[in-house]
C-alpha cells in the first residue's frame, strides 16, 4: 500500500528556498509516476510538477518553470521538490501524488496523496 509523507515545508522570505521531499513508507515505489500539487486558500488544487517512474521526463506548471525542480531516488523511497526564488503566490500547502491514471495535471486522476505541508512565503 503507498502511504505518502511529506516534510520540508515552512516559513521562507521572498527570493529564499525550500527543498520538499516525499517518502512512501508503504512499499518501494519506482514504477508510477510523481507528481506535486499545491492548495491555497480559497483555490483549487493545482499542478506543480510531475516526474516519470524513471525520473527520465519532469514536467511543470508554467509558474514554476525555472524556479523549481522535481526528482526522485527510487532508492531511498523519495521525491523531491527543490524550490528557488520563491514568491509570496508560491504561500500554500504542498502535497505529493502518485499512481496517475491519466492527465499529470489533472488532481482527479492521481491515486494516491499525502497529508501535505505548509509553505508560506513572506513579502
Known amino acids: 500500500q503507498v502511504q505518502l509523507v511529506e516534510s520540508g515545508g515552512g516559513l521562507v522570505q521572498a527570493g529564499g528556498s525550500l527543498r520538499l521531499s516525499c517518502v512512501d513508507s508503504?512499499?518501494?515505489?519506482?514504477?508510477?509516476?510523481m507528481g506535486w500539487f499545491r492548495q491555497a486558500p480559497g483555490k483549487e488544487r493545482a499542478f506543480v510538477a510531475a516526474?516519470?517512474?524513471?525520473?527520465?521526463?519532469?514536467f511543470y506548471a508554467d509558474s514554476v518553470k525555472g524556479r523549481f525542480t522535481i526528482s526522485r531516488d527510487n532508492a531511498k523511497n523519495t521525491m523531491y521538490l527543490e524550490m528557488n526564488d520563491l514568491k509570496p503566490v508560491d504561500t500554500a500547502v504542498y502535497y505529493c501524488?502518485?499512481?496517475?491514471?491519466?492527465?499529470?495535471?489533472?488532481?482527479?486522476?492521481?491515486?494516491?496523496w499525502g497529508q501535505g505541508t505548509q509553505v508560506t512565503v513572506s513579502s
Open positions: 508503504g512499499r518501494t515505489f519506482g514504477n508510477y509516476p
Open positions: 501524488a502518485a499512481d496517475p491514471d491519466g492527465d499529470y495535471q489533472k488532481y482527479s486522476d492521481w491515486n494516491y
Open positions: 516526474i516519470t517512474w524513471t525520473g527520465g521526463s519532469t
